[in-house]
């Protein structure tokens, strides 16, 4: 059986293994020794971060807001709306680990957004709020990975189609059941069986990415990685140190990545030995990376990670949202299908020429978004040095801000109806406006928050677009569906992230 000890650790340089293990006696006395003075300096940096804004909920005591934003926060959320739409600037919400975070104004994006990552730092903000010293989440791959999504995967989509069109029809074939009669499915499970595949195909190619285990430890990373994250994140940060060795999520989260790591050594050998292979995201990382990279399988291992983090559960949540929209409103289908259909035609099959044609498509996976974002808050981000907005608002170094997102999409002063699922909201917007890159699905703006703002606006939206859109193509081709009990199934909103019901089932029959 493996050890703490004999498993790689993924840990920044700065902790050391074997300094610790058999000096437990002496850490109970450090330990003793550091609260105290930990708890005031604590309190003395909490008195820094100080903001002017009032504290929503205010009138509960914090296990009360705590739970409040857990399980309630849309109902938070909206009464911050309400106020920021009177004219408040900021207020603070007492999140569900009962950190501080700040809610500002959408009015002050447009601002925000042009501010410098030394101002205003999206990395630091996630690797904060998730302990990702410990967690892994945000590792130091984070910016060569964004980098190598907008220089090689987006340019690259078009000759990516045939692949993504392939591993999207072998996933179905293998994951999907037979549905000669109506057939109950669960749609979430099933979209996070293939979308590590078919996302693998271009990250890692083949045939790695049909490699049962790869799928799995890609998909299961990202919930590992947050398990280490809620285990640790109660500790005090000067405990974590010491206790991150105990707690069995981290083993598990070291296993997975020790594993990683053997298999990036498979693929280089594999890779290095055929050339005649297309470029994927394990080449292009390389070809991006500094001397030492290309051995370095424990970084490459990071780095494909990360990227599932990034792309896996994201994915999933949307296509099994879009599907759950489907299959309530099933007259949608035969629009969608007719429209498939002869752009499929005009173009001799489902290729790169296809998928710019779907633009009722394109609608109707944005209001899908539109009714189900991924996230109530968007632009997270640690401010690292005060800040005097324009207007004088200021943010202390030190605070974490978010610009409220979802209320706008309920907004009736923003939409017509919406409350309504309206798949063609957008198409039409398109039409009036005349603005073709405004309301596609992969737009990103003050009024689509959906993927974030500036500079880390989500890179790899261009590639979510391609690989749902071809996903939401085969299964309409393949499948009728329908809602089971004519119902959709309940999103599930924890704290400030919506997800599909994951035990959601719809029918499913196959077309003859
Ligand atoms: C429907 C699917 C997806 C959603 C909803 C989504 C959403 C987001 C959001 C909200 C952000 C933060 C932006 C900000 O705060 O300004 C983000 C960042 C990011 N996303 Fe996505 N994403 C999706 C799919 C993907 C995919 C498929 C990839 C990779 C191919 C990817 C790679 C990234 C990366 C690398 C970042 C960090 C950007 C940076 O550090 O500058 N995402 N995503």
């Known amino acids: 059986m493996d050890t703490l000890r004999s498993i790689p650790t993924f840990l920044p340089g700065k902790i050391d293994l074997e300094t610790y293990g058999p000096r437990e006696i002496h850490v109970v006395h450090v330990v003793a020794f550091l609260l105290p ?44 709306y309400e106020k920021a739409k009177a004219g408040l600037s900021m207020y603070r919400v007492t999140t569900s680990d009962g950190s501080e975070e700040v809610l500002l104004n959408h009015k002050y994006l447009k601002e925000l957004k042009e501010l410098p990552d030394d101002c205003l730092n999206f990395i630091e903000a996630i690797r904060i ?48 059941p037979k549905c000669e009669d109506w057939t109950v499915v669960k749609m979430n499970k099933m979209m996070l069986d293939i979308i590590p595949q078919i996302s693998a195909r271009i990250f890692v190619g083949e045939p790695l990415c049909r490699d049962l285990r790869w799928i799995e430890l890609s998909r299961d990373y990202t919930l590992e990685a947050f398990a280490a994250s809620r285990a640790i994140k109660p500790w005090h940060p000067w405990l974590r140190p010491f206790v991150y060795r105990f707690l069995p999520e981290i083993r598990v989260l070291h296993k ?7 298999f990036m050594t498979k ?16 080449d292009w990382m390389k070809a991006r990376s500094p001397a030492g990279y290309e051995t370095d399988y424990k970084r490459q291992a990071m780095a494909q990670v990360s990227l ?26 035969e629009e969608l299908r007719e429209e498939l259909e002869v752009a499929m035609a005009e173009t001799n099959g489902l290729n790169k020429d296809t998928l710019p044609k779907l633009k009722k498509m394109d609608s109707f996976m944005k209001e899908s978004q539109r009714a189900n974002p991924s996230g109530l808050t968007t632009f997270k981000r640690l401010v690292t040095k005060d800040i005097t907005l324009k207007d004088g608002t200021f943010l202390p170094k030190g605070v974490i801000i978010n610009v409220d997102s979802s209320m706008r999409y309920m907004d009736s002063a923003l939409y017509e109806d919406p409350e309504e699922f309206d798949a063609w909201r957008y198409l039409r917007l398109r039409e009036q406006t005349g603005s073709s890159s405004h309301h596609q699905f992969v737009s990103s703006n003050p009024e689509s ?43 599930m909103v924890f704290g400030t992230s919506v997800s599909p019901n994951p035990e959601g089932e719809v029918f499913m029959k196959a077309r003859g």
């Not at 896996?312 to 929209?325: C, K, N, P």
Request: proline share 4%; charged share 20%; aromatic share 8%.
């Open 37 to 80: 003075i930990s708890y005031l300096l604590l309190v003395f940096l909490q008195r820094q971060k100080n903001v002017k804004a009032p504290l929503l909920a205010s009138e509960l005591d914090e296990g009360s807001r705590k739970k409040k934003f857990t399980f309630q926060c849309l109902e938070l959320l909206q009464d911050g």
């Open 129 to 176: 709020s998730t302990v990702g010293d410990y967690s892994t989440i945000t590792s130091s791959s984070a910016e060569h990975m964004a980098h190598v999504v907008k220089s090689d995967l987006t340019p690259s989509l078009p000759k990516l189609v045939p692949a993504l069109v392939e591993e999207v029809d072998l996933s179905i074939e293998r994951a999907f």
């Open 256 to 262: 997975t990545l020790a594993e990683a790591k053997e």
């Open 267 to 282: 693929v280089a050998i594999d890779r290095g030995s055929n050339t005649k292979k297309d470029n994927v995201m394990f």
């Open 308 to 333: 599932s983090l990034a792309a896996i559960h994201t994915t999933s949540m949307a296509s099994t949202h879009m599907l759950y929209d489907l299959a309530a409103h099933p007259e949608i289908i």
């Open 449 to 491: 928050l959906f993927w974030g703002q500036g500079r880390h606006a989500c890179p790899g939206r261009f590639f979510a677009n391609s690989e749902i859109k071809v996903v939401l193509a085969r299964l309409l081709l393949k499948y009728d569906l329908t809602a089971v009990g004519g119902l959709r199934p309940k999103n």
